[in-house]
């Protein structure tokens, strides 16, 4: 005859509970941390993202102008002249904001986004010929603690002579 054995448990044991119960406030304590973390990366890398766009904006901007202009001429380090079929665009900085002036019309209007500041803005001629006039130009956005510099150069096209 087999004797039955009465020792047999069934639950938990208060050790397995009270593991699971350490093991359960680590997680709750350090996943809003890390929660947070990511929010915050997150917003850093949004805000970056912003300077980025208005950067490429500003330097595509400029260099089709320059492209599709028949004159180019620096008016001084930081002012830039573009003529195009008579009628004459002015790209200057002023109070930390880039501006197209058209000098027919007399219309300034910002290149930028609100909240974006640029610096350190360089126009210089880099031009191997008087008939097409390179340009190079270079500057930073600031957006408070954040910064992105952009620097490209940009000539006049070839424009195809009338026969």
Do not use: C, M, N
């Given at each position: 005859m087999k004797l039955k054995d009465n020792n047999t448990t069934k639950g938990f044991s208060l050790i397995g509970l009270l593991v699971y119960t350490v093991l359960a406030?680590?997680?709750?304590?350090?996943?809003p941390q890390f929660i947070s973390q990511v929010l915050s990366f997150r917003v850093q890398s949004q805000q970056f993202q912003v300077l980025d766009r208005a950067g490429f904006h500003i330097l595509q901007q400029i260099t089709?102008?320059?492209?599709?202009?028949?004159?180019?001429?620096?008016?001084?380090g930081d002012q830039l002249r573009v003529e195009k079929s008579g009628s004459?665009?002015?790209?200057?900085?002023?109070?930390?904001?880039?501006y197209?002036?058209?000098e027919g019309t007399?219309?300034?209007?910002?290149?930028m986004p609100s909240g974006v500041y640029i610096s350190d803005y360089l126009l210089e001629d880099v031009s191997f010929s008087n008939e097409y006039p390179s340009v190079r130009i270079a500057f930073?956005?600031?957006?408070?603690s954040r910064w992105r510099t952009?620097?490209?150069?940009?000539s006049r096209?070839?424009?195809?002579?009338?026969k």
């Open positions: 406030a680590i997680v709750l304590l350090i996943l089709q102008k320059i492209r599709y202009s028949d004159d180019v001429d620096i008016i001084s004459g665009e002015v790209i200057f900085v002023q109070d930390s904001v880039l197209l002036e058209d007399g219309v300034i209007e910002s290149f930073t956005l600031r957006d408070g952009f620097a490209t150069a940009a096209r070839l424009q195809e002579k009338a």
